[in-house]
């Protein structure tokens, strides 16, 4: 048996703001791929591809309300588990004594 959301846990979403937001998102995509000066840095607004791209698409994440990915929300990055201790630094040998020269 499948179990279905709650109406209140769906949340609504303007059907005319997440298309405006797509296509926002696809002209941004066509145009980095398309035109080289998209891909590059203005003064004025920054990296382009941020601009073009990135923030249509964050929007749009917001607009759904995805959660983060697992490893963001926990604020950790992954690691794994060591399976031997850290090696330790070298201690630092004094030089050989220089003998008396013999004349």
Known sequence: MIAK?????????????????RQIALI???????????RGSSVWLGWMPLWL????????WALHRFRLPRAAAA???RTRP????????????APPSRLPQVA
């Open 5 to 21: 959301p709650s109406p209140r846990s769906v949340p609504v979403v303007d059907p005319r703001l997440d298309a405006a937001l």
């Open 28 to 38: 941004g995509l066509i145009a980095v791929l398309t035109i080289p000066a998209a």
């Open 53 to 60: 791209l990135a923030m249509p698409l964050t929007a749009w």
């Open 75 to 77: 604020g950790q990055r």
């Open 82 to 93: 060591r399976a031997h201790t850290q090696a330790r630094r070298r201690t630092r040998r």
